[in-house]
């Protein structure tokens, strides 16, 4: 399998800062070490080119972004202090992005270790997020033909409102999101599916939540290309969760969604989305436990 890796490009945050950033970079050596994949299989995130973000976003918040001349509340609300190394880190996670989603188009499964960028609308960012990674891969293919509806099914455990705002009236996309009810973002956009959960809900709801949502999701037509945002801050160990989903029942999740997916020839795209547990290793786990997942269902294919 094909994964794109992002952390080559560095970004240093300020000490005390709560954003995980060193969780990318030991996942990687994880997913080496646990012989989860090969280090042959990992590859650097080629930079996004400009016109393919501009398709998705306002090319004046692009020019903003990319030459530091954002405004303090639009900064603010990234959450990230601007440097020229985050554009660097943007720019190769959105690539990875797109790199992946033409693996998965040849390969059946592929993933990028960063991404899932959910909080990014069109003419701003937001929760950690900058550029709308998975609505920038699915446009670039779609408006090149090579696909002709995709499908975004997200489980981070924040709603995906940049990714449901950006889709609205694009029939091409249909977005789905399971999140928390109570968590960010508190105003909510509407997806074309939602699933909100409440506080607390462990494995046996999640999962019948998950399956429900995945099965309407397919109900509702047939689709070339499927995007998940796999985030694993559902875990009951994440600190900014408030559910209670086990690491069993996460795997169990992703792979009930890429089983499903691969059961009806539908290639997908792994992003890797949040995960803040206390402390950090249990996320990067159920990171790991997301592309185990991954890897035993193309080793059923073949
Ligand atoms: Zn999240």
Same mark, same amino acid.
């Given at each position: 399998m094909r994964v794109y890796y992002a952390d080559h490009q560095r970004v240093e945050l300020p000490a *005390?800062?709560?954003?995980?950033? *060193?969780k990318y970079a030991r996942l990687r050596l994880e997913l080496v070490a646990q012989g989860v994949l090969r280090e042959d299989e990992l590859i650097p995130a080629p930079a996004i080119e400009r016109a393919a973000i501009e398709r998705v976003h306002d090319a004046a918040y692009v020019e903003a972004f990319l030459t530091g001349r954002l405004d303090p509340k639009a900064r603010q609300r990234i959450g990230f202090p601007w440097s020229q190394a985050l554009v660097r880190r943007t720019l190769a996670s959105a690539g990875g992005t797109c790199a992946a989603s033409d693996a998965a188009l040849e390969d059946g499964v592929s993933g990028v270790l960063a991404g899932g960028t959910h909080h990014a609308f069109r003419d701003r960012g937001g929760g950690y997020c900058v550029f709308n990674d998975v609505a920038i891969a699915a446009v670039r293919l779609l408006d090149a033909g090579r696909v002709a509806r995709v499908l975004a099914f997200d489980v981070d455990v924040h709603q995906g409102d940049g990714t449901a705002a950006i889709f609205q009236d694009d029939p091409r996309v249909f977005t789905v999101s399971v999140h928390g009810a109570k968590n960010f973002p508190l105003r909510k956009e509407t997806s074309d599916l939602d699933v909100p959960l409440p506080d607390g809900t462990d494995d046996g709801p999640y999962l019948e939540a998950v399956e429900g949502a995945f099965e309407q999701a397919l109900a509702a037509g047939s689709f070339d290309l499927a995007f998940v945002q796999a985030g694993v801050d559902p875990l009951v160990s994440d600190r900014l969760g408030r559910l209670a989903v086990s690491l069993e029942g996460l795997a169990r999740r992703d792979s009930l969604v890429l089983g499903g997916l691969a059961a009806r020839g539908v290639p997908a795209v792994l992003t890797l989305g949040g995960g803040y547990a206390e402390p950090i290793e249990e996320s990067i786990q159920a990171h790991v436990g997301t592309y185990r997942a991954a890897t035993e269902v193309l080793a059923r294919r073949s």
């Open positions: *005390g800062h709560r954003f995980p950033m *060193g």
